[in-house]
């Protein structure tokens, strides 16, 4: 027995094999075994099997399954538990636990109509094929000089990558036929399905496998809007670059390109019809902030205009932080921003929001209210209302009902959004009665602007 | 389960009480059940409001606000069902967060049934206090085919609702 530097996190115990009770104390080996310290004499050599061992946690005993010494180390026979768990806080974790709701999952596809298993098994077929050309193409690339390989990629891309396109276009023309009837509970389980059947495809195409991941614990992340601004080919290989930049084109990606032109002609108009100094302006749910490059155009902008960009992530933040530092230096001109670093379902709770946030005479909204219920929607738009100067305007986006690339972004983003009619939208400013409000669309037809201007 | 509801409005403002979600049981059903919804609708609308009730018993700020009562209100409108309770909530700004995190978390998924899967691995997994194990609101997507929000009021209110939406999202 060697004694455990006192930094090691410790645990009491006791092994147990029939009527013998062995004192010991454990530290982490690995994720998976643990180092056992015992007494010399005390009957434990390399091989034995003990029952069970029973653990002295900081609030409750815990009792592990069978275990066998090897190499020094304790090994479970029975289960796999995660010994990360036990010294981090303080929990029995067994990874095999969720087997026994594997029946669950796997039930799920008998309730699949056979008319889209069909789809979902012919898709992979083709998409297998797909991938094993380009694939190849790879491997012949892979042999050229650098630049060669590279102008290759780009024939390959551009020639062979058009025909991919259109191969999905068709395939996502006949998602939408399955499905446009299916009920809300046949959209769910057929979109787990689809992306069970799918996961190595949707973890190929950068895109997807961020939606699908959701690293930052939501969809719609900055990195997820940087990566539709750029609209790029992105991965190593020619088949993930591929099947990334198709979504990337879509409609529903066009349109936030849209809405980043689209927002900062508004914020001129409101500008050009203010004599405030300065005029402020805040931005809600900013993510990486892009369209902040088309808000400053000549000299005057950096002297007049004073931003306050708020987000409930930090990450969003720095990326937001990264724009405005780049204006900043492209210029070569200091820019007025506030930040700050909250959500607005907790934020509605600031009984006086304006001595914290200040008043505005330009707010906007983009990409924040597709995930807001009507009760949040109305309480946050009155909210914001509030904060605007008199003659000040507020914009807010709401992706439409019939945005043509939604069964896209379900099934095999798993990205779900609170879209809107018209009329929905309209309702969420119904309680401002001294607002004037205006509707419209960008160019694709399905991002709507609800602008509302305090008289 | 899809239906063509008559607007309405049913709201009750009632003191906290453990056996709340039980006694509101046939008010809210036969409110709902008088306003043209279908009867798995009507099941799965009254479990969310039981649901949304039993947290607020549960984790509302009754230290603080023990007078105050708990109000719940259900509308129904032509293209959706919104179910919201509303109870005091202690300031706590990281517990609000968690809760955020959680709604937004079960909100990711396209398929309820996947965030009840994945919460139930963590949970197994954990071995999680069911209270803090967020189940109760993923039943309330996955069962009640209802999409979870929340806000706090200004008067320090933990709003939280339900809202159903008979056509589906991309009806």
């Known amino acids: 027995m060697t004694a455990a530097p006192l930094s090691v996190p410790t645990l009491p115990g006791v092994l147990e094999q029939g009527g013998l009770k062995v004192p010991v104390k454990v530290t982490r080996a690995s994720k998976l075994s643990l180092n056992v310290l015992y007494e010399p004499g005390s009957g434990v050599r390399e091989g034995a099997v003990f029952e069970r061992l029973i653990l002295q946690l900081p609030d409750r005993e815990a009792i592990l399954s069978r275990c066998r010494i090897e190499a020094g180390q304790l090994v479970f026979l029975d289960d796999v538990f995660d010994c990360d768990a036990l010294f981090k806080v303080g929990r029995v974790s067994n990874l095999l636990g969720f087997m026994n709701e594997l029946p669950l999952v796997l039930a799920q596809r008998e309730r699949i109509k056979p008319q889209f298993r069909d789809y979902v098994a012919e898709l992979t077929y083709d998409l297998s094929v797909y991938k094993k050309f380009f694939d190849e193409q790879d491997r012949v690339l892979s042999k050229e000089a650098p630049a060669v390989a590279a102008a290759a990629q780009k024939v390959l891309l551009s020639r062979a990558g058009g025909e991919f396109f259109k191969f999905m276009d068709r395939r996502l023309e006949e998602l939408t036929e399955l499905v446009d009837d299916f009920t809300p509970e046949e959209h769910e389980r057929h979109g787990y399905y689809f992306r069970r059947a799918m996961w190595p495809y949707l973890m190929a195409a950068a895109i997807m496998q961020r939606t699908n991941l959701k690293p930052r614990g939501y969809a719609g992340d900055a990195v997820m809007m940087e990566l539709i601004y750029d609209n790029k080919y992105v991965g190593r290989y020619a088949f993930n670059k591929l099947l990334h930049k198709h979504p990337v084109e879509q409609t529903a990606a066009q349109a936030v390109r849209n809405r980043r032109v689209l927002v900062p002609k508004m914020m001129r108009e409101t500008l050009a019809g203010s004599s405030a100094h300065p005029f402020r302006i805040l931005s809600v749910a900013c993510g990486p902030a892009r369209e902040l490059d088309a808000f400053f155009v000549d000299d005057e902008d950096y002297d007049r205009l004073k931003l306050t960009l708020l987000d409930q992530d930090e990450e969003a933040l720095a990326a937001a932080r990264g724009s405005v530092e780049q204006i900043s230096r492209r210029a070569q001109r200091p820019i007025d921003v506030a930040w700050v670093n909250d959500s607005v379902r907790t934020l509605l709770r600031t009984r006086d929001l304006a001595s914290r946030l200040g008043r505005f005479e330009f707010i906007y909204t983009m990409g924040m209210f597709d995930y807001l219920t009507p009760p949040v929607g109305k309480a946050l738009l009155g909210k914001l209302f509030e904060l605007l100067t008199p003659g000040g305007a507020m914009v807010i986006g709401n992706y439409h009902a019939t945005n043509p690339s939604r069964y896209y972004m379900a099934y095999w983003h798993d990205w779900v959004l609170y879209y809107r009619t018209e009329a929905e939208m309209l309702d969420l400013a119904a309680p401002l009665s001294n607002a004037r409000h205006t509707l419209t669309f960008d160019d694709s037809g399905c991002q709507m602007f609800l602008k509302l201007e305090r008289p | ?171």
């Not at chain 2, 609708?41 to 607020?56: D, I, K, P, Q, R």
Request: charged share 25%.
């Open chain 2, 1 to 171: 389960m899809q239906s063509t509801p008559t607007p309405g409005l049913f709201t009750r403002e009632i003191p906290c009480d453990w056996d709340l979600a039980a006694k509101l049981w046939n008010e809210c059903a036969s409110f709902l059940a008088g306003h043209g919804l279908g009867k798995d609708e009507v099941y799965a609308l009254t479990m969310a409001a039981s649901e949304l009730l039993e947290n607020a018993v549960k984790y509302g700020d009754w230290e603080r606000a023990p007078k105050d009562l708990i109000a719940l209100s259900i509308e129904v409108a032509p293209r959706n069902v919104i179910v919201e309770v509303q109870c005091p909530t202690a300031d706590d700004v990281r517990a609000l967060r968690k809760l955020d995190e959680q709604v937004q978390w079960i909100r990711g998924f396209q398929s309820p049934f996947e965030a009840y899967v994945e919460r139930l691995k963590l949970v197994s997994a954990r071995g999680h206090d069911l209270g803090e194990s967020g189940l109760g609101l993923i039943r309330i997507a996955y069962e009640g085919r209802c999409v979870v929000d929340f806000y706090v009021t200004s008067e320090n209110r933990l709003a939280m609702s339900a809202v159903y939406r008979p056509q589906g999202m991309y009806g």
